[in-house]
């Protein structure tokens, strides 16, 4: 079992001096000065280039060096100076998000090896209880792991996984008590309720049982680099000294990650690059065994395998640049194809039945769920109710049921989870998200496509409040991610129910680099084809506003990560087109990341942005590098979120990117930063905190918006 667990440019530059210079004047009190980094020119030299860093003396691989840590704190206090008159709005957005969420929260059980298994939130709390209930007639649920008691004292928790040996004797949680992915892994009798003395440190939180129940295979992070990149063995009762190292990833382009086979007969360890990958298997009957190679890696070659009832079931792009699906008794004997790859559709995922085979497939843009029958009955595919949707296979972790769990999500429709009877073909909805005092069809959803300047249609997903929707007269919020070839499907978002109230459009910009239009969309994103990326948003943006989705001067844009890199370099080179933007743990020191191979995840983001040890690649992302293309000129009002233990994208990028845009920007925009000292890439950890990101983000963009309007 595994718990596993989103222009008018005068007025524009009006706005933003109201919004900086207007906070405090009523109050008599002086204007709080935002904090100024020192200057310490280093020089960075490649390439025959020469760059000069005023601002890298802000990174602090330690997180304890005392002027790192006070500027940031200044920042810390500066940005609530600023958002001091909105407290009181910032205050009411919490308490709206909150509202709408159910005090008491239960997943939906799902049966295994003679149990059921669910996850519940009690009323004010944070976390959840993951419990377990014998099939037996009037059985009760035992609670396994109460995650409220075990993050007691801690700034920062996080459940990784939960997984229960086969004999169920045994259970196994994986924990990060810090923001920085490095997850502790606990070990319980479940009978006895006591903990084993062993605890294994270091690791990514992927592990699994072998079928003995005794032995347990995990996955360690690389000291330095946090990569995943050994898998070990352990044996329960045993001191961790005595693990076994099984496998060593020493290509530091790739990561490891650890499964069970629907068979239940291996263990999987699946070695994955950004276009390559291959998968070693563990015997799950004997874990002292070697891992034996399936099919030895090939550059741009990757398969991703499952086992059921003595057959290998792959999903590969060996024959094509585009994902097919394959089947094969063992390693030695030839692929043979079960669905070959299409030019229109890509095969995404898929899960075994003992009858039937259930694909996930995308076809423009959208997920498509189709069943198989083994036996040759007529294939069925899954009926959606909306226009633009996301759909996923859901846990299904008995291959011999007759029944799909997947779920279905809208942006005017709450997440669900349904079930599919494969032999009949009907649904049944077992859950829908409660979202309190929310009437879905008060808001309409819609998908434009909207062409961009090389001729490429860029799809986009649109909702808003139907009531309040005012063509050409109202505010309008984009966002985008465009990265690594992944789907932002359009979704449903009770805290967007905030904005969209308030006479918000939300538009979802699906740019070239993300995967929502297969493996041609991605590559036509990455590489020396990321310029598309930047494009494609400003493009849509423009768009959407000629067709009346935004009022000029009233537009917002947001992005994460590397759809922080987009919103980045975005304002680099449109900033009249937006009044403010929200940049949340963006990716925004591109160059000398990319150059530093002992940060976490460098060598392996070669293949996504390019090796800058290369002339050409080096060159390219000094083009649209967000810090590096920082220049006088104004800029749009920005609120930049980072977190202190970030391992993906280290603090130091965006807090050094806010101080050179301190010493550039034009104009009386406001410039915030705001870093949880206590978290990492995902914020605050627990449902109900991480309310509070959303509504300081929401804040700072309503409050930019009062101030457009005045």
Request: proline content about 5%; charged content about 20%; some cysteine.
């Amino acid at each position: 079992m595994n718990y596993l667990l989103s222009c008018n440019k005068p007025r524009r530059l009006a706005a933003a001096a109201l919004f900086s210079m207007g906070f405090f004047s009523a109050a008599g009190q002086a204007q709080p000065q935002p904090p100024q980094a020192d200057k310490a020119p280093r020089a960075l030299t490649a390439q025959g280039d020469r760059r000069i860093d005023d601002y890298y003396w802000l990174r602090d691989d330690s997180r304890k060096n005392a002027k790192v840590l006070d500027y940031l704190t200044a920042e810390n206090r500066y940005t609530e100076q600023m958002m001091q008159p909105y407290k009181a709005l910032r205050d009411t957005l919490y308490q709206e998000m909150l509202g709408r969420i159910s005090p008491e929260e239960r997943s939906v059980p799902y049966q295994l090896n003679g149990y059921r298994y669910q996850e519940s939130y009690a009323a004010g709390k944070n976390f959840a209880r993951y419990q377990r209930q014998a099939l037996a007639a009037n059985a009760p649920w035992q609670t396994l792991l109460d995650a409220n008691q075990r993050a007691a004292g801690h700034d920062y928790y996080r459940v990784g996984g939960l997984e229960i040996g086969q004999d169920n004797r045994r259970m196994a949680v994986s924990e990060d008590l810090q923001g920085r992915r490095q997850y502790r892994i606990s070990l319980q009798d479940i009978d006895s309720r006591r903990w084993a003395p062993e605890v294994i440190e270091n690791t990514s939180g992927n592990m699994a049982w072998a079928n003995d129940g005794q032995t347990l295979f995990y996955v360690r992070n690389h000291p330095q680099t946090l990569l995943p990149y050994q898998v070990y063995r352990h044996s329960y009762g045993t001191p961790v000294a005595q693990d076994q190292l099984v496998y060593q990833e020493n290509d530091a382009a790739f990561y490891l990650s650890l499964s069970n086979a629907s068979s239940r007969d291996y263990l999987i360890i699946t070695i994955s690059g950004n276009t390559t990958s291959e998968v070693r298997l563990i015997d799950a009957n004997r874990p002292q065994g070697k891992p034996q190679l399936f099919a030895v890696r090939h550059n741009g070659r990757e398969y991703y395998l499952d086992h059921y009832r003595g057959e290998f079931y792959l999903r590969s792009n060996h024959q094509s640049p585009h994902f097919g699906l394959y089947h094969t008794a063992s390693a030695k004997q030839p692929w043979q194809t079960l669905i070959a790859p299409q030019e229109r559709r890509e095969v995404e995922g898929f899960t075994l039945f003992r009858d039937w085979l259930v694909v996930k497939e995308r076809a423009e843009g959208l997920v498509q769920l189709r069943q198989i029958s083994w036996d040759g009955k007529p294939q069925r595919s899954i009926p959606f109710d909306d226009a633009s949707y996301m759909a996923w296979l859901g846990h299904n972790p008995d291959p011999d049921s007759d029944r799909l769990r997947y779920g279905y999500s809208a942006m005017t429709t709450p997440t669900s989870t349904y079930e599919w009877d494969l032999n009949k073909g009907t649904r049944t909805l077992l859950k829908q998200q409660e979202v309190k005092g929310v009437d879905p069809r008060r808001y309409h959803s819609e998908r434009r496509w909207i062409v961009a300047r090389d001729g490429v249609k860029v799809p986009v997903s649109l909702v808003y409040n139907k009531a309040q929707f005012k063509p050409g007269h109202g505010p309008l919020l984009v966002y985008g991610y465009g990265a690594y070839g992944m789907s932002m499907d359009p979704a449903f978002s009770a805290n967007r129910i905030s904005l969209l109230d308030r006479g918000f459009v939300y538009a979802l910009i699906h740019v070239r680099g993300g995967g929502e239009l297969g493996q041609d969309w991605y590559q036509q994103g990455k590489l020396t084809h990321k310029p598309n990326s930047f494009n494609d948003f400003i493009d849509a943006t423009r768009a959407l506003v000629a067709q009346g989705y935004g009022q000029p001067g009233r537009i917002y844009a947001m992005g994460g990560s590397a759809g922080g890199l987009l919103v980045g370099g975005v304002i680099n080179q449109a900033p009249q087109l937006y009044n403010a933007v929200v940049a949340q743990v963006p990716f925004v020191d591109v160059l000398t990341t990319m150059l530093d191979d002992s940060i976490p995840l460098t060598t392996g983001e070669y293949e996504e942005w390019g090796n800058p040890n290369q002339p050409q690649a080096y060159a390219l992302m000094k083009s649209y590098s967000p810090y590096d293309n920082v220049r006088k000129q104004r800029y749009p009002n920005l609120l930049v979120t980072s977190g202190l233990y970030d391992s993906q994208v280290q603090y130091w990028e965006p807090a050094k990117w806010v101080a050179k845009l301190r010493q550039f920007k034009q104009g009386d925009s406001l410039l915030l930063l705001s870093t949880d000292m206590t978290a990492g890439h995902g914020g605050k950890s627990g449902r109900l905190a991480r309310l509070e990101n959303g509504a300081l983000e929401y804040a700072f963009i309503l409050a930019a918006d009062q101030r457009a309007q005045k």
